[in-house]
DNA sequence: CCAGATTGTAATGGTCTATAACAGTCCCGC
DNA sequence: GCGGGACTGTTATAGACCATTACAATCTGG
């Protein structure tokens, strides 16, 4: 057994999925899934440098969005929004928590549940994360024009609506 | 500490993420990546249908596909078609050839590559399943026309290209 | 023939998320 | 009012997936 040096924390980091030349890839390119899939994979490497450093994944990124548009939110109405269970969204927060970015208050009307709000940090810090993303979400689909973008949105919200 | 029942080997099943009523998304609904996401979640969910009990996850599903079409091809370059890490093709690969599904044979052009091949039996249960993932994709799409499920797989295409 | 690249492999660890169980709280019909 | 069932957050545990690292065998190009 030989020493190894721990590897450091770090977001996962998909790299794009480049097509290999003269490849067969049968059905894959008529079906949604994988489309799908190489999109996303290309959409998350620019979410990645739009958020380089602050390990914030695409559910954190969600989560505090949502989390700063919708004031006193539960912890399993966050997971709903997310799709995770509210094991998850309690994971989610408490990594918020322990960088100050969003803090639990009691829920005046439900004794179970938190309320949760982003500090005045989680504020500035999702501000500069919105603009960030959105602009790299741009800059991903500067192959697509403006018509384009939009159709593409349309469509996928009618296939996941 | 209480007797706990070990839960069984179950491929991971993502439940469509339902929109929360009376939400402010605010962003999320103008940013490629949710809708990708909701879509992808979408999409899983009739995939699984489709190849419910037989453990088969998307990357396993396009491993065989691209196998099938491509007999002979190598682990790591499969690992490339999946984006993933050389070690992961290897998994992956061990886990076909447990099933009798797939099988290494030895490259005779080079020494230090495998041949993947499907096996008899994983030739039948390959086509099946795409038979079948098929029809549960187009299943899904059912709410767009056929020229939008074209251009949606176009506009994919773009993006992630 | 040799240095460097590539292939499969094995060992290890990290991240994400589900499931199950539990206590506290809420809600609704009686 | 009150009692059963539903819901909330929490904790513990486990599984799936994947990257990194290191290594031996093999290939390739000068």
Same mark, same amino acid.
């Given at each position: 057994?030989?020493?190894?040096i721990?590897?450091p924390?770090?977001? /996962?980091?998909?790299?794009p999925?480049?097509r290999?030349?003269g490849?067969? @890839?049968?059905v894959l390119?008529?079906?949604l899934? @994988?489309?799908?899939?190489?999109?996303?994979?290309?959409i998350f490497?620019?979410? @990645?440098?739009?958020?380089?450093g602050?390990?914030?994944t695409p559910? /954190?990124?969600?989560a505090?969005?949502v989390v700063g548009?919708?004031p006193?939110?539960?912890?399993s109405?966050?997971?709903?929004?997310l799709g995770?269970?509210?094991?998850?969204?309690?994971t989610?927060?408490d990594w918020f928590e322990?960088?100050?970015?969003?803090?639990?208050?009691?829920?005046p009307s439900d004794?179970?549940?938190?309320g949760?709000?982003l500090t005045?940090r989680g504020?500035?810090?999702?501000a500069?994360?919105?603009?960030?993303v959105a602009?790299?979400?741009l800059?991903r689909?500067?192959?697509?024009?403006?018509?384009?973008?939009?159709?593409l949105?349309r469509?996928l919200?009618k296939?996941?609506?």
């Amino acid at each position: 057994m030989t020493k190894r040096i721990p590897s450091p924390h770090r977001p /996962r980091v998909l790299a794009p999925i480049e097509r290999v030349a003269g490849l067969d @890839y049968d059905v894959l390119d008529e079906l949604l899934g @994988y489309s799908l899939r190489r999109a996303q994979v290309a959409i998350f490497h620019s979410f @990645y440098e739009a958020t380089r450093g602050l390990g914030v994944t695409p559910p /954190r990124f969600t989560a505090m969005v949502v989390v700063g548009a919708n004031p006193g939110i539960s912890q399993s109405t966050l997971g709903s929004v997310l799709g995770i269970a509210r094991s998850g969204a309690m994971t989610l927060t408490d990594w918020f928590e322990a960088r100050g970015w969003v803090e639990r208050r009691r829920a005046p009307s439900d004794g179970r549940a938190w309320g949760l709000h982003l500090t005045p940090r989680g504020e500035k810090l999702v501000a500069g994360m919105k603009r960030r993303v959105a602009e790299g979400d741009l800059k991903r689909a500067a192959s697509l024009t403006a018509k384009e973008r939009r159709e593409l949105l349309r469509l996928l919200g009618k296939l996941a609506g």
